[in-house]
Structures are given as structure tokens and as C-alpha cells.
């Protein structure tokens, strides 16, 4: 599917569907208690999809009900080999990699786009060394053996979900564990709400200097009913349309204490110029004048396709750094980034871990290749708002991955009718 979006200034209010960051994380510790749980989900993405069906394969029972997903537990693994279908959700393969050891199922792993080619050093090695039998032959990784406690060691600036899918299955092995996460850790924040996660099931995890100390042979128990909050990344794309529309945006029902690793995008936001006022759950953002500033993409990789559309129209330089991390995402983000913003017009130069943009007062517009990545097409279609032509954007039905009603709630908003 082709759209062709019209140029010009967007405005008015989107309420964001649910944070798949939060789900996956409330729907694995809910699989793995006692009681029924009922997870109110402001919208089913193919992420958290992807999720469900592979939790439903390991014994769980997972339904919708309205606009509830209604969760009941695992009470025995399957007979033979659980088929997993993860498609491109790298979040559900690296949680469930270690949960599905920790169950001791023998389980088969279906990954569709770029996710074979994903990295998954040093976690494969850690499962390996506790018990675990890991087999990748084309899209397909097999898993078997029974993950055994003990001592565990993780760098911190790999992948946070390393980190989060250990910390979801060791509580619930025989013995004892402990958890070492080496160096510098990138998107703490992500780690920060596995913790709240496993706090709301009532599972105990001691942290001291970089160390998780894991009692084994814990039970999640879960509320009987809770909500995923809205989700920080893809209120971005919306935030970002508001720092570029004098008349602005109002984002409804954002938790302004969220964990949420992405919620940074507001103070980024703000330091291009953009004005930010809560109104209880609201936020209002509307454009001030924009300036380029430096980004440290390490601690937000999903975000930097969006920011460097603000980028582009802020006077002077953006620099954007620590950004290496991009180029193992659903498409090389940093090379798919530039060819998007130089299609439109912009001013973008590639480095090995970073971008260079040059802003200037608005884009050109033009056809840009989504390649398959839902950051890339929502991305170019706020770039509309900035642009002097339509912008037509090939494979524009990739948004399902993480917000399938993105156009639906895009459509929404006044100015820009073709």
C-alpha cells in the first residue's frame, strides 16, 4: 500500500494506543502466574501480537475481550515442540528466549524480516552455558534444555532486552541466581520498567552495584485487572508534528511518570524549541523557534528517525551520535534515515554511528521507499507537514508492526487535505 500525503502544517489531538514496550512485559509476567489477569490494551499492534501467539503456543490462554486482553496462565507446557511465530518482534524473541528455558519447553522460534540477521551475542551464549541447546538454521531457531540459576553475566551496552528477558525467567527457576551487568548500560530506562514489572507480580529482585540478586522458585501474581499506559514512542511521531504547527497538538492520556525510555522525546523536543504544557494527562506541544542541538541517540534509537525530521527544519547543525545501534533494526535505521530525508530534500549526511543534519526552513517533498520499516513511514509522514510538494510513501502499510491505527489517527488531524 501507497500513501501520498498532501504538504503542510498539521494540528489537532490523537490519543495514543498502548505502549507494546509495557505489554509484552505485563503479558509474559501475567503467563506466568497463578490467576487470571485482565490487561486493559488500547490497541493490538503485530508486536504485541506476535507476543500473545507465542505465549498461547507455550500453554497460556490469551483472548480479547473488547478492548481487554484477558490472560489466563500457563498450567502446562504443550506435548512436543511449541511453535513460537515471533515475526519481526525482536523484543518477544529475546523476552521469551530465556522464559521458554526457564519452563524447559522445546520450542522452535519462526522469525520473518531482518530478525534472523539480528544479533543475539552474548544472550545465546549465557543460555548456552546454563543448560540451554540454541540451533539457528535460516528463519528458524530451535531451543531446547531446561535453564539452570546460577551466576550470570551480561555488558550493559548490547541490548537492555538481554538484560529484561534474564531478569523475567530467572525468579521463576529452582534454585537461586545472580545477574552481573558489566560497563556502561544504554536504555536503563527499559530496565528500570522490567523492574516495575516484576514489582506489580510481587516477584522480589535485590539490585546492588550493577548485580541482581535473584531468589529461584517465585510466583508471579499479578493484579486482577490493570491497563498498559500509552506508548512514549509512538506519541513521538505526534509530538513531533505538534514542534512543527504553530497551531499544535494535543496528545491525550501520557503518563508523565512513565519509565518509559522514549518519554525523553519531550525534553528533546524542547531543547529544538518546541513549547510543552501538561493539562492532567494532556499534553499540548505547539512550535516555537526550532535550533539544532547535539542527540545522543544511544539511550533512543527508535526515536531518531523522527527527531531528524525536526531536525531538518531547525536552524543550524544536529548532530547525532552513538548511534551504531540503528543499523540492526528492522532496516539499516542510520542509511534509510538519510535516503528518506535526502528523497524529501533534506540536508543529511551519513557517518559510520551517526547523522549530520542541516536544517533549512522546509523541505521539498517527494516519494520515499518505507523499506519495510514502520519508523521510516511514519517518519515521512510527519515530514509532510514540513514539505512544499506531497510526499508519497511506498510500503506504507508497514506501521502495523507498532501502531496499526497510525493513519486512521494520522487522517485526523486538519490541515493537509488532498
Known sequence: ?????????????????????????LLILAALGRDETRIVCDGISKDIA?????????????????????????????????????????????????????????????????????????????????????????????????LLPGDYTLPGNISSQYISGLLMALPFLAGDSRLCVTGKVESAAYITMTEDALRLAGVRVQKENGEYLISGGQRARMPSQLAVEGDWSNAAFFLTLGALSPKGMKIMGMNPESHQGDRAVLDILRRFGAECVWDGDDLLIRRGPLRGQGIDAAPIPDLIPVLSVAASV?????????????????????????????ALGAEIEELADGLVIRGKPELQGGRVDSVGDHRIAMA?????????????????????????????????LFGGEL
Open 50 to 146: 506476535a507476543t500473545i501467539a507465542c505465549l498461547n503456543a507455550l500453554g497460556a490462554q490469551i483472548r480479547e475481550e473488547a478492548d481487554c486482553l484477558l490472560v489466563q496462565p500457563i498450567r502446562q507446557i504443550p506435548a512436543g515442540e511449541c511453535l513460537l511465530p515471533c515475526g519481526e518482534s525482536g523484543s518477544t524473541l529475546r523476552f521469551l528466549l530465556p522464559v521458554v528455558g526457564a519452563l524447559g519447553a522445546s520450542a522452535v522460534f519462526l522469525r520473518e524480516g531482518r530478525l534472523p540477521q539480528r544479533p543475539l551475542a552474548p544472550l545465546d551464549r549465557e543460555l548456552s552455558e546454563h543448560g540451554m541447546r540454541l540451533h539457528s538454521e535460516g528463519a528458524a531457531l530451535q531451543v531446547s534444555g531446561k
Open 1 to 25: 500500500m501507497n500513501k501520498r500525503l498532501s504538504p503542510g502544517e498539521r494540528w489537532g489531538c490523537v490519543r495514543i494506543p498502548a505502549s507494546k514496550s509495557q505489554a509484552h512485559r
Open 380 to 412: 515521512a509522514a510527519v515530514a509532510a507537514a514540513v514539505c512544499r510538494e506531497p510526499v508519497e510513501i511506498l510500503g506504507a502499510e508497514c506501521v502495523q508492526k507498532s501502531y496499526p491505527r497510525f493513519w486512521e489517527d494520522y487522517e485526523s
Open 314 to 342: 531547525a536552524e543550524g547543525e544536529t548532530r547525532i551520535v552513538n548511534a551504531a545501534r540503528l543499523r540492526l533494526k528492522e532496516s539499516d535505521r542510520l542509511s534509510s534515515t538519510t535516503a528518506m530525508l535526502r
